[in-house]
């Protein structure tokens, strides 16, 4: 039995099997496919929210933190 460092096999082959090509399937499934990513636009265009309500949002948040940090540091002055 014989020990060696490298493995010397035979390098891996590709199994590539052609498939037919039919140009009328293809359009049918291409336009399939617009309409399904379309409807799926739309609906996540009417799902989204929109850029107004995040900075309503983001800015009562900034507003809640600016008071949260006045309240704290008012009660560590009073005790300290």
Do not use: C
């Amino acid at each position: 039995m014989a020990f060696t460092f490298f493995n010397n096999r035979e390098p891996r082959q590709f199994n590539y099997k052609p498939r037919f090509y039919d140009p009328k399937k293809e359009e049918s499934t291409g336009d399939a496919r617009r309409d399904f990513a379309r409807n799926l636009h739309e609906e996540w265009q009417s799902k989204r929210n929109h850029t107004s309500d995040k900075k309503n949002n983001s800015s009562i948040t900034i507003i809640f933190m600016i008071f949260f940090a006045i309240v704290l540091a008012l009660i560590l002055w009073k005790f300290f």
